[in-house]
């Protein structure tokens, strides 16, 4: 059991750097998970960015099967990925945060 004053500490600690996953740290499962996302994305870099554009490609879906985007959202959430292409074409993170929350 985690104790509270671990929490409180770890929670103040996100709040003074940027870029610390605080569910990894409490949930393994969630830092697998999340780097199974990094890799499907940093591996496919930028061919990801196309098939983004062009609604589908295996890339994408790699992508999404890490992160367990469910597959009757993926229609919508490559359409969101799009609107905020510009975001990903400059920051890969941003993508997998983005592909993280979408599955939940």
């Given at each position: 059991?985690?104790?509270?004053?671990?929490?409180?500490?770890?929670?103040?600690?996100?709040?003074?750097?940027?870029?610390?996953?605080?569910?990894?740290?409490?949930?393994p499962?969630?830092?697998?998970?999340?780097?199974?996302?990094e890799v499907a994305v940093k591996s496919a870099w930028p061919g990801i960015l196309g098939e983004?554009?062009?609604?589908?490609?295996?890339?994408?879906?790699?992508a999404m099967d890490a992160a367990g985007v469910p597959a009757q959202d993926r229609t919508a959430?490559?359409?969101?990925?799009?609107?905020?292409l510009g975001l990903y074409e400059a920051n890969p993170a941003a993508l997998t945060t983005a592909l993280m929350l979408y599955g939940g």
């Open positions: 059991m985690i104790r509270p004053m671990l929490v409180a500490a770890l929670l103040a600690l996100g709040a003074c750097s940027q870029g610390l996953d605080i569910g990894a740290l409490i949930n499962a969630e830092a697998q998970r999340r780097g199974a996302v983004i554009e062009v609604g589908s490609g295996p890339n994408l879906a790699r959430r490559v359409i969101q990925l799009r609107g905020d």
